[in-house]
C-alpha cells in the first residue's frame, strides 16, 4: 500500500526544536516534489514547506523562513523537516504530501495522516 507516514512530533518548550520525518512507502520519493502543511485548530491549512525532486529547490512560508529547513534523503524514501526557534504560533498537525514542482501546491495523490505539535512552555 503507498503511504506517506510523518513522525517526529511532539511537546517541545518555545525556541526548542523538533526535527519531522515523512518517510514514502510502496513508491519513491525521489519522482516527487514534496511538501510540509500544517492545520492550527480553527484555521486553514497552509504550506510551510516544499522541496522539489530534480533540482532540490525549496519554498518556505515567511512564516518560517530563518528557522525551518526542509531536506531530503531519496536512499531513506524520506523528507524532513528542521524546525528551529520554535514558536507557540507553529502548533499545528503537521502534514507532508506530494507537491506539484512549482507551486506548493498539493496534488492530491498522496497525504500522511499528520504528526501533532506542540509548542508551549
Request: aromatic share 10%; with cysteine.
Amino acid at each position: 500500500q503507498a503511504q506517506l507516514v510523518e513522525s517526529g512530533g511532539g511537546l517541545v518548550q518555545p525556541g526548542g526544536s523538533l526535527r519531522l520525518s515523512c518517510a514514502a512507502s510502496g513508491f519513491s520519493l525521489a519522482n516527487y516534489a514534496i511538501g510540509w502543511f500544517r492545520q492550527a485548530p480553527g484555521k486553514e491549512r497552509e504550506g510551510v514547506s516544499c522541496i522539489s525532486n530534480n533540482d532540490g529547490s525549496t519554498y518556505y512560508a515567511d512564516s518560517v523562513k530563518g528557522r525551518f529547513t526542509i531536506s531530503r534523503d531519496n536512499a531513506k524514501n524520506t523528507v524532513y523537516l528542521q524546525m528551529n526557534s520554535l514558536k507557540p504560533e507553529d502548533t499545528a498537525v503537521y502534514y507532508c504530501a506530494t507537491v506539484y514542482t512549482e507551486g506548493c501546491i498539493p496534488k492530491g495523490d498522496y497525504w500522511g495522516q499528520g504528526t501533532q505539535v506542540i509548542v508551549s512552555s
